[in-house]
């Protein structure tokens, strides 16, 4: 497609269930990049991909936090016994492969853990 | 101290004002995105700079690689232009993005 897809705009979890987001990215686009929006303006960068490989995981919280990028499906970001810290909105980006190449971003996945 | 820095954090314009946020930096960069957000949530990108000018429509984006700051201009302000504006630079080998606290503009009519 021409727009990055997120899915679902908005996911209700209670303290503990697992949450999961999906992203399709551009069509053509070689990366992936996953961020996360608390509170009002602070963006956390998460992890990134280059196709089906992971890049970038430096921003991963490494307990309960995994991400897939497989080949002809969405990219998943997946959250396990969420918290209410995690409450936030989940903006996935894409961009091709060329350092001169802006990120476009989707709408967001808005998540909040009751 | 943040890496990305915006001012100001609050901006309130009239309809027709002439507009400048500010964006300073102090990690090395590969390139600067300024980036609108609604609303509604939705992100934008309005530019993509590294060097320079660029200029859409009644928008202008600068940047001094120099003095690592760049702004971005808004030439006879809306109503619509209302929105939070965000200023994020590329850094590292990675491509990530390193985000500004964004600036809430609000053009009254």
């Known amino acids: ?114 | 101290k943040n890496e990305v820095e915006q001012s100001p954090q609050n901006l309130t314009a009239q309809e027709g004002e002439f507009i400048t946020i500010n964006c300073s930096y102090s990690v090395g960069i590969s390139a600067l995105h300024w980036l609108q957000q609604h609303p509604g949530g939705g992100i934008v990108s309005l530019f993509m700079l590294s060097s320079g000018k660029k200029k859409h429509g009644r928008l202008i984006a600068t940047i001094n690689i120099q003095e690592k700051h760049s702004s971005l201009h808004i030439t006879a302000s809306h109503p619509r232009d209302s929105a939070v504006y965000i200023c994020a630079v590329r850094s590292g080998a990675t491509n990530k993005l390193i985000f500004g606290t964004g600036t809430l503009l609000a053009v009254q009519p």
């Open chain 1, 1 to 114: 497609g021409e727009e990055v897809a997120q899915t679902p705009k908005h996911l209700v979890r209670g303290e503990g269930q697992k949450a999961k987001l999906y992203c399709a990215p551009i069509k053509g686009h070689s990366y992936v990049f996953w961020y996360q929006q608390v509170l009002k303006n602070e963006f956390k960068f998460l992890i990134s991909f280059q196709n089906e490989n992971v890049f970038d995981e430096t921003g991963m919280p490494k307990e309960r936090f995994s991400a897939k990028c497989l080949p002809n499906s969405p990219c998943s970001l997946e959250i396990q016994a969420t918290k209410l810290e995690d409450s936030a909105v989940y903006f996935c980006a894409s961009s091709q492969l060329s350092d001169n190449q802006p990120q476009h971003f989707g709408d967001g996945t808005r998540l909040s853990i009751l």
